[in-house]
């Protein structure tokens, strides 16, 4: 398999490209985003390695005008820890997973592994639970036909919900997911995100999809409510 590794930091560049070719991976280095649209849209990658932070334009930019062009092969992007922000702005640009720097390489290529079942090309299936849907390539929101509008915090929360439906989620894992952040006891921002989602998904639908589980989490119903 053959991978774009996008990454303008020489040192971690050649380390990673080291250790992606001693797993087997054919790996192509680009070090701006310029070199990277160039590669990504002109060859048939199975798989990117993109660091947000490169010269213009930056990574998550580069994600952006891949997904634009039809390019669908799984991207992971690397981002400096601290950034918390960087997480909703890479799903957004439509990156398929992300990894904070400093990082395992075994953790990456448990990564790459796992994205990488996925058929090369394919574009990400639509997301659903009854008449509730979530397009992660198009970014759409849908509950029976009708758009509904959500911030970036509020599609990835949904797009975790959606993909683990039927599960009871802790506070804890959706903090560490959509927020990258450890759960202390005492914050209450799931909580709120869960109301401003039921405000949009469930409630002007007379649904009830998101379930809070006493003393756990929140679980979305895979019939949708």
Request: proline share 4%; hydrophobic share 45%.
């Amino acid at each position: 398999m053959r991978l774009l590794l996008v990454e303008d930091d020489v040192r971690m560049a050649a380390l990673l490209k080291r250790g992606l070719e001693r797993e087997g991976y054919a790996v192509d280095l680009t070090v701006t985003g310029q070199e990277a649209l160039r590669a990504g849209t002109q060859l048939p990658y199975d798989g990117v390695v993109l660091d947000a932070m490169i010269p213009a334009p930056d990574g998550f930019e580069v994600c952006r005008r891949l997904r634009q062009a039809d390019r669908w092969m799984p991207v992971i992007m690397l981002t400096a820890r601290g950034a918390v922000d960087d997480r909703v702005r890479g799903l957004d640009a439509g990156a398929d997973d992300y990894l904070l720097k400093p990082f395992s390489f075994a953790e990456l290529f448990a990564r790459l592994r796992a994205l990488l079942r996925r058929d090369v090309g394919e574009r990400p299936v639509v997301l659903a639970a009854g008449d509730l849907r979530l397009d992660p390539a198009s970014r759409e929101v849908s509950r029976g036909g009708v758009a509904v509008s959500l911030s970036a915090r509020e599609f990835a929360l949904l797009h975790l919900l959606l993909r683990r439906k039927g599960e009871v989620l802790s506070r804890t894992a959706i903090l560490e997911h959509v927020w990258e952040s450890a759960y202390d006891g005492t914050s209450n921002m799931v909580d709120v995100y869960i109301r401003f989602l039921r405000a949009k998904v469930d409630r002007p639908f007379g649904r009830c999809a998101i379930e809070t589980v006493r003393g756990t989490g929140y679980r979305l119903r895979p019939d949708g409510g």
